[in-house]
């Protein structure tokens, strides 16, 4: 069974940093794309970036409006995905979901773990 | 800001047919498949159509998608009320700002 697990989220002052980590299970996690969604409170989904996997260049892409603050990274030995957060603001508050990218020509977020929560306030 | 347009809601009896709308530009729909999601409140996001009109595993053939032009719709057929959920269209584009884009969301309640 695929399980996608975050953790990580929690309070932190705008201008600070966090990371979230999204550990995999029931797949081979280095076969497959690694994607973040976020969701703000009582609001509709954004996108927010995703990493290849290796063999199409482990490269990443992003939402212009994280771009050059956040950091999305992979770990294959340990089937996990991170999502560094740099220069937090308020805005940035959501839920942040991970999960899976399947390459069939375009790549398809077939699998969503269950989101961690993080809000940004002094 | 979400580049696809979707009503805010929709509604319907069960067993009736409700069908929910996904307005996108040449860069995403009009060039590239469209996704369904499903988020049942307090859950997660669920995959329910992919390539236009494709239901992965275990996704009742009640739900069912089409794409024509710069625009998609998705049909849920003999409403039930384990329907009730917010209604998620996605798509690629290929604008380098925001590569991946969803719709703004249709709420839709089982009367």
């Known amino acids: 069974e695929v399980q996608l697990v975050e953790s990580g989220g929690g309070l932190v002052q705008p201008g600070r940093s966090l990371r979230l980590s999204c550990t995999a299970s029931g797949f081979t996690f280095g076969d497959y794309a690694m994607s973040w969604v976020r969701q703000a409170p009582g609001k509709g989904l954004e996108w927010v970036g995703f990493?290849?996997?290796?063999?199409?260049?482990?490269?990443?892409q992003y939402a212009a409006s994280v771009k050059g603050r956040f950091t999305i990274s992979r770990d294959d030995s340990k089937s996990i995905a991170y999502l560094q957060m740099t220069s937090l603001k308020t805005e940035d508050t959501a839920v942040y979901y991970c999960t899976r990218g399947l390459w069939f020509g375009e790549y398809c977020f077939d699998y969503w773990g269950q989101g961690t929560l993080v809000t940004v306030s002094s | 800001q979400s580049v696809l347009t979707q009503p805010p809601s929709a509604s319907g009896t069960p067993g009736q047919r409700v069908t929910i709308s996904c307005s996108g530009s040449s860069s995403n729909i009009g060039s590239n498949y469209v996704y369904w999601y499903q988020q049942l409140p307090g859950t997660a996001p669920k995959l329910l159509i992919y390539?236009?009109?494709q239901r992965p595993s275990g996704v009742p053939d009640r739900f069912s998608g089409s794409k024509s032009g710069t625009s998609a719709s998705l049909a849920i057929s003999g409403l039930r009320s384990e329907d009730e959920a917010a209604y998620y269209c996605a798509a690629w584009d290929d604008s380098l700002s925001v590569p991946y884009v969803f719709g703004t969301g249709t709420k839709v309640t089982v009367l």
């Open positions: 990493i290849r996997s290796k063999t199409y260049g482990g490269t990443t």
């Open positions: 390539r236009n009109n």
